[in-house]
């Protein structure tokens, strides 16, 4: 099995870090390859800078299938370019958050997640909101650092995340989620506090891979896949002239 794993970031801060935990959990038949984006900022921060990055990141997808990748995961919580390539590959493709809250939901009955900024908490909530994922989350709260801040000084985002996992299991969490793949990563090379040892914290990345893990088994057991029906219809296939219309006036896969 070959995964794609996808930073969204047009630099390369984070791969080695989002690799490692990664690395960690795969299987022992799973090829990880982690990549970011050849172009755009170090961060997303705002659903604008998100909207410019998601054309980049849905058009690697499609190559990754074309390449053999057998899934790819886009590692960010906000998910961007998800759904959009659902769309238009057979492949497997998972975000970063559905996975951590679907998991959440079986290792416990309420959890509290943790961003990386007070944006990325108004972002990620709409998310929630979309998805209906909010059903029993306590706390949505940020460590208040920026990603490339938190690759400057992972030490002060640990610390921050460990307050806010207090504060949430206070408030009646089950499980905490590190919901910023960047602050999971970086947390995840520190020591769980003993008096939060008993609380599960997941790592969105190793919930992200670990599903994909699956869904690549049952694309390939199975065959089975995303709803055709309406929600992730096939554009080139239900209007092929409109699909190939639409990439020559947008000037993309050229």
Do not use: W
């Not at 659902?86 to 996975?99: A, F, K, L, T």
């Not at 008993?198 to 065959?223: C, F, R």
């Amino acid at each position: 099995m070959r995964l794609l794993v996808i930073n969204p970031f047009g630099v390369g801060t984070y791969d080695d870090k989002i690799k490692d935990i990664c690395e960690k959990v795969k299987r022992s038949g799973t090829e990880i390859v982690v990549e970011h984006n050849k172009r755009g900022i170090p961060f997303i921060r705002h659903a604008y800078f998100q909207m410019l990055m998601v054309p980049d990141v849905v058009e690697r997808v499609i190559h990754a299938e074309k390449e053999g990748f057998d899934g790819v995961f886009v590692s960010c919580c906000f998910e961007p370019g998800v759904k959009e390539a659902r769309e238009v590959v057979d492949i497997p493709v998972v975000g970063g958050s559905v996975p951590a809250v679907f998991l959440a939901r079986q290792l416990g009955q309420k959890f509290g997640f943790i961003t990386d900024t007070k944006r990325a908490d108004a972002q990620t909530y709409d998310l929630f909101k979309q998805y209906k994922l909010d059903i029993e989350m306590v706390g949505l709260d940020s460590v208040q650092l920026g990603i490339e801040e938190i690759a400057q000084s992972p030490e002060k985002n640990f610390e921050r995340a460990v307050t806010l996992a207090r504060k949430m299991v206070s408030d009646g969490a089950d499980v905490i989620i590190n919901g910023c793949t960047v602050v999971s990563a970086f947390f995840s090379q520190y020591t769980i506090p003993e008096d939060l040892k008993n609380i599960p914290i997941i790592d969105a990345n190793v919930a992200s891979i670990k599903t994909l893990e699956m869904m690549v088994d049952l694309h390939e057991t199975l065959g089975l896949t995303v709803s055709r029906n309406i929600y992730y219809q096939k554009p080139q296939v239900i209007e092929p002239e409109a699909f190939e219309m639409a990439r020559y006036v947008y000037n993309v896969g050229k």
